[in-house]
Structure formats: structure tokens, C-alpha cells
């Protein structure tokens, strides 16, 4: 059985890796994030923008109901708490 990328996979190829780790590298200013990466914030950030959820609790519920697809994102797991001291 073929293997295809979900669309939120595809929309997230569209803003290459190593070019949004540059990035954040060179523009980085404020306290290093401790337990989450800067991808992982990214990959929550923009499924909250593209599902439209309303709270950061909805948030992390969504992604963790998601939790297995997270590694093929490249992203891991987001706790409420780390998502609250990143933003």
C-alpha cells in the first residue's frame, strides 16, 4: 500500500526545516525554550491556526490525540505547561 503525506504535512513542506532552524537561530532573542523546540512550537502553532482553535487547552488536546503522527512532523510531543512558558 502506498504511503502519502497527510495535508498538513504537505503544508508544513512548504517552509523547509533547516531554513526555518537558520532562522529562528539568527533571530532568536529571550530565554531558550527548555523542553520544547522551536519546530515543535512551530507544528502547534500552525495547526491551531489552520483548525482554528479557540484555547490553548484545545490545543494540546488536539496534538495529543495526534501524538503518533507528531514524529512524522518532526515535532514532539507539547505539554500545556512548556506551551505556556514558549509563548
Same mark, same amino acid.
Request: aromatic content about 6%; hydrophobic content about 45%; charged content about 15%.
Given at each position: 500500500?502506498?504511503?502519502? +503525506?497527510t495535508?498538513f504535512?504537505q503544508? #508544513?513542506?512548504?517552509?523547509? @526545516? &533547516?531554513?526555518?532552524e537558520?532562522?529562528?537561530?539568527?533571530h532568536h =532573542?529571550? =530565554?531558550?525554550?527548555r523542553r520544547?523546540? @522551536?519546530? *515543535?512550537q &512551530?507544528v502547534? #502553532?500552525f #495547526?491551531?491556526?489552520? *483548525?482554528g482553535r479557540?484555547?490553548?487547552? +484545545?490545543i494540546?488536546?488536539?496534538?495529543?490525540? =495526534?501524538s503518533a503522527?507528531?514524529? &512524522? #512532523?518532526? *515535532?514532539?510531543r507539547v505539554?500545556r505547561t512548556s506551551?505556556?512558558t514558549?509563548?
Open positions: 500500500m502506498a504511503n502519502h +503525506d495535508v504535512a503544508l #508544513l513542506k512548504l517552509i523547509p @526545516r &533547516h531554513e526555518f537558520s532562522l529562528a537561530n539568527k =532573542q529571550g =530565554q531558550k525554550l520544547m523546540t @522551536r519546530w *515543535s &512551530h502547534a #502553532l #495547526l491551531a491556526q489552520v *483548525s479557540p484555547s490553548l487547552r +484545545d494540546v488536546s488536539n496534538l495529543s490525540a =495526534q503522527k507528531l514524529y &512524522h #512532523l518532526g *515535532s514532539a505539554t506551551f505556556m514558549s509563548c
